[in-house]
């Protein structure tokens, strides 16, 4: 490589991660205004001006809004996953009995609450938003499987509740995961966005949130659970 070469390549290299910089700054600030304020009611206008960055160059570098969001979706559960799967580690959930991994799937969920709610108001309002824009299947398929990837730690949970009989194993396991999971994202989601109690109630939600965590545990058992709680 002669010195021009490499000078380009320098060059190339530079612009290309200021770009990635830039993409960075616009996913960021966006997911801020998104979380406040919902996606419906911020434009590409407002990202641009929040940014300095031209509506134009938000465009090139996403496409359209839906894409933008699509994207910041994955990035933001991706982030989130990554904590999971950590705690999942720190803990040893892979010494815990079905029943236990399972307890440390809705402890997950709680924490969504306790430490994420900006990602549960930017999930509420995202789903606004794409059923309004009409948007395909295949268009979401980088979002829905962000959202869906802790089928693998629930699958685990499950295969093992075969042997130990610690969890319900008479429901299918895909209608199990999907029916845990958008029960607890939904409950979540409406008391991050304040659509169940004013804020002057805020006392209420631990309670909530205890009682919903203890009818989902209370509802998937196995017998091998029950004949423990029996004795």
Not at 83 to 99: G, L
Not at 161 to 174: F, G, K, N, V, Y
Not at 203 to 225: D, H, R
Request: include cysteine; hydrophobic fraction near 40%.
């Amino acid at each position: 490589m002669n010195d021009r070469e490499e000078i380009q390549m320098k060059y190339r290299e530079e612009i290309s991660n200021m770009m990635a910089k830039r993409r960075h700054e616009v996913l960021e600030v966006a997911f801020t205004l998104f979380a406040e304020r919902t996606i419906e009611k911020v434009s590409v206008n407002d990202i641009a001006s929040a940014t300095g960055i031209g509506v134009a160059t938000i465009f090139r570098y996403f496409g359209t809004k839906l894409s933008l969001c699509v994207e910041l979706g994955a990035l933001k559960w991706n982030q989130f996953a990554k904590e999971i799967r950590r705690n999942y580690e720190e803990q040893n959930c892979v010494k815990k009995t079905a029943y236990g991994e399972f307890c440390f799937f809705i402890d997950s969920y709680l924490l969504l609450y306790k430490k994420h709610q900006d990602l549960l108001r930017f999930n509420a309002s995202f789903d606004q938003f794409v059923l309004h824009e009409h948007a395909s299947l295949e268009a979401l398929t980088e979002y829905y499987n962000s959202v869906t990837q802790f089928s693998d730690l629930f699958h685990e949970a499950w295969e093992k509740a075969q042997t130990d009989h610690t969890l319900r194993t008479d429901i299918p396991e895909q209608q199990l995961f999907v029916g845990t999971m958008y029960m607890m994202l939904t409950m979540m989601q409406k008391l991050a966005s304040g659509l169940i109690y004013p804020k002057e109630t805020d006392t209420l939600i631990p309670e909530i949130l205890k009682m919903e965590q203890q009818m989902v545990l209370e509802y998937v058992k196995g017998e091998a659970m029950k004949e423990t709680f029996r004795g």
